[in-house]
């Protein structure tokens, strides 16, 4: 089946620092990825639909200047988090929807983001 | 706007037990209908995924059904196992669009 990678699986940081997040198709392209939210006992909450080779587009209510994201090739798309405040704590998970086939996402393991 | 319900939010049964979870959505112009499930910490395994020009999905002992008119799918769990425990969600795209709405999810617990 399609594979999605996610690193780190874990980062922890400080407040005012950025962090990236890297969400790789390890066996298909994928010109559409997606990033999710998911806040302890919450259901998973889409931020931004990330497309290859232009801007993301971000949900209401995400702030696309804090949360930066890049899809520089069809295999690889990359959030970064900037001026990370503890309240940006959360579980990131994105997912890649293949080029072929039917309009199936594929999910990565997740990022657990802690800031102090 | 697509808004996605599961009930019940958690379900303990005992081994061997066939169960059944259930999830609403509003919007009956869903292009898909997947069913997830998450282990504690973890990212999300696609159970099955059932388009719209389709009515239900099997794999195993699972089998999910989508009946677009009356609002709801089911994900159907046969002869449950205690590696069967995990959070269930349940995702319906919005509109024609690709965007996944989902559920809060069913937390399982198969007792040995």
């Known amino acids: 089946g399609a594979v999605v990678s996610q690193h780190p699986s874990r980062v922890i940081c400080k407040s005012g620092t950025s962090v990236k997040i890297e969400c790789r198709s390890l066996d298909f392209q994928a010109t559409t990825m997606f990033w999710y939210r998911q806040f302890p006992k919450k259901s998973l909450m889409l931020m931004a639909t990330s497309n290859e080779g232009s801007k993301a587009t971000y949900e209401q209510g995400v702030e696309k200047d804090k949360f930066l994201i890049n899809h520089a090739s069809l295999t690889l798309s990359t959030l970064t988090v900037t001026s990370a405040h503890p309240e940006d704590s959360s579980f990131y998970i994105c997912?890649?929807?293949?080029?072929?086939?039917?309009?199936?996402?594929?999910f990565g393991p997740g990022t657990r983001l802690t800031v102090t | 706007k697509q808004e996605v319900t599961q009930i019940p939010a958690a379900l303990s049964v005992p081994e061997g037990e066939n169960l059944v979870l259930n999830c609403s959505f509003t919007d009956s112009a869903i292009y898909n209908l997947q069913w997830f499930r998450q282990d504690p910490g973890k990212g999300l395994t696609s159970l099955l995924l059932?388009?719209?020009?389709?009515r239900e999905q099997t794999s195993g002992r699972l089998n999910a059904s989508l009946d677009k008119s009356s609002g709801r799918s089911t994900l159907y769990i046969a002869a449950s196992q205690p590696g069967d425990s995990a959070t269930y969600l349940c995702a319906g795209s919005q509109g024609g669009s690709e965007k996944l709405v989902f559920g809060k999810g069913t937390k399982l617990t198969v007792n040995p």
């Open positions: 059932i388009q719209s020009s389709q």
């Open positions: 997912s890649a929807r293949s080029d072929r086939g039917i309009n199936e996402q594929y």
